[in-house]
């Protein structure tokens, strides 16, 4: 977006030394003038710098270059990460209940309104199915799933990178459901499981039912995983498995750079540590290109794939798949002793929507609405002036924000469910202390009200 671009601009400028701590910007009229850009861009592009901590602006002076100790976050968890047993089982279901409340302006859920979904397509071609073939809805779909479902996703894991055919691939009900199995097989109570820090707060329900050990990671707001403090972490405890989000990962968006990628899928190979990839947000970039996922560098069979089309197409389809490596024995026997079956209908549905070459339009279509509705996002933020850091991520649809430390995310996720706003605070994507001065957004709503939104947050905070 210009807006971005311009921000990105001055803000090389700034760090290349052009502008120095304390000296004053050019002023908006002078950027509308001289970089030939409108006066609401030069502006979104200073509140964005402003927000991000670069500048600071002073009443009736303009922006001013801020100390440099104010800079953009860097790795967001400094101490190092040692195993802790997670408890957060009752937040994460207090707080999603009330997030679900009718009436509120519905910003916590990490999950697409209507509008954002073929719902027309799949209704036709579910109605179809079952003209033809009634039995859909009391068949089971049996391990492995639907062949043409497996044969429809290996083609496209096949584009990114993935030399796989659909004998790889297990259907599953949901992601979440693929990523329990995956630690179900590999690790027993008590032991040691890597995750992201911020983490999505499924898995770290999943690790709380299983009785395992969380070892946070620090990630980088925007390139993600720290492959470093991995690597000492796992020379330092006995790590039974890894959990990675490495495109657009949940809470934070971050995507992990191609390089940090086959460096992290060197390290666990060498090490002969499963690694669990959660791709579920993969296919949403705001870019051209998908970005590659880990399992794209695995050679030994040591990368556990797994992903859905919850975000994307159907979230109560309950639709997802695992491409387990050298584990996909166990794992497909597991899967039959616990769930036997998934649903035939939809596991059908989907398969056909593939079959028919429509999925990348419609891709094209949410991707560009998504980078849309997170523009107009940040637009708004940055024109209130608000003491909250963020990065507008290069995909998905969920937005990480960075309070002020003094501020209690918990508090402010109260206060703002009375004013009728639901938000995630950031209490429930760590089993530790970390990121209680942190909220997240979705921005997949239909009729968002960012500057409402934005003018609510700064009366709470």
Not at 285 to 294: C, Q, V
Request: hydrophobic share 40%.
């Amino acid at each position: 977006m210009l807006y971005q671009q311009v921000a990105e601009r001055l803000a090389k400028a700034i760090q290349s030394g052009a502008y120095v701590e304390g000296e004053r910007l050019p002023s908006v009229r002078r950027l509308h003038q001289e970089w030939q850009v409108s006066f609401s861009t030069a502006l979104a592009a200073l509140g964005l710098l402003e927000a991000q901590g670069l500048i600071e602006a002073r009443p009736r002076s303009g922006y001013y270059v801020r100390a440099r100790s104010l800079s953009l976050p860097k790795i967001q968890q400094q101490t190092e990460p040692a195993p802790a047993a997670v408890e957060r089982y009752a937040l994460i279901s207090r707080v999603l209940q009330q997030s679900h409340q009718p009436g509120l302006m519905h910003l916590g859920a990490a999950v697409p309104e209507p509008c954002y979904l073929p719902l027309d397509a799949l209704k036709r071609i579910s109605a179809r199915c079952l003209r033809e073939q009634p039995s859909l809805l009391t068949d089971y779909a049996f391990a492995p799933g639907d062949e043409e479902l497996r044969r429809q996703i290996s083609q496209r894991m096949q584009l990114v990178g993935c030399q796989i055919d659909k004998e790889d691939v297990l259907i599953t009900q949901g992601c979440q459901e693929a990523l329990s199995l995956c630690l179900r097989a590999l690790a027993k109570p008590g032991d040691i499981i890597a995750i992201e820090s911020p983490a999505y707060h499924g898995l770290l329900q999943a690790i709380e039912a299983l009785g395992l050990r969380a070892l946070e990671i620090p990630c980088h707001p925007q390139d993600g995983l720290d492959v470093e403090a991995l690597a000492r972490a796992l020379g330092q405890w006995p790590v039974k498995a890894c959990v990675v989000s490495a495109n657009f990962s949940n809470p934070s968006g971050s995507l992990m750079p191609d390089e940090a990628k086959a460096r992290l899928v060197a390290l666990i190979s060498a090490a002969q540590i499963p690694l669990i990839e959660d791709d579920t947000y993969g296919d949403l970039t705001h870019g051209s290109r998908r970005p590659r996922p880990l399992k794209s560098w695995d050679r030994e069979g040591w990368v556990l794939y797994c992903s859905a089309f919850s975000k994307t197409l159907a979230p109560g389809f309950r639709v997802g798949w695992l491409v387990a490596g050298r584990f996909q024995a166990t794992l497909q026997r597991l899967f039959t002793v616990t769930a036997l079956a998934g649903h035939a209908l939809s596991q059908r549905v989907i398969a056909e929507y593939l079959a028919r070459g429509e999925y990348d339009r419609h891709l094209r279509r949410i991707r560009r609405s998504y980078r849309q509705q997170m523009q107009a996002a940040g637009e708004a933020l940055a024109a209130e002036h608000l003491p909250v850091h963020w990065q507008l991520p290069r995909g998905g649809f969920l937005l990480w924000l960075q309070l002020a430390s003094a501020q209690d995310a918990m508090q402010v996720y109260q206060r703002l469910l009375e004013q009728g706003v639901s938000v995630m605070p950031g209490h429930l994507f760590s089993g530790t202390e970390h990121f209680q001065h942190c909220l997240r957004l979705s921005v997949a709503v239909k009729t968002p009200q960012w500057p409402e939104f934005a003018r609510a947050l700064q009366q709470v905070l």
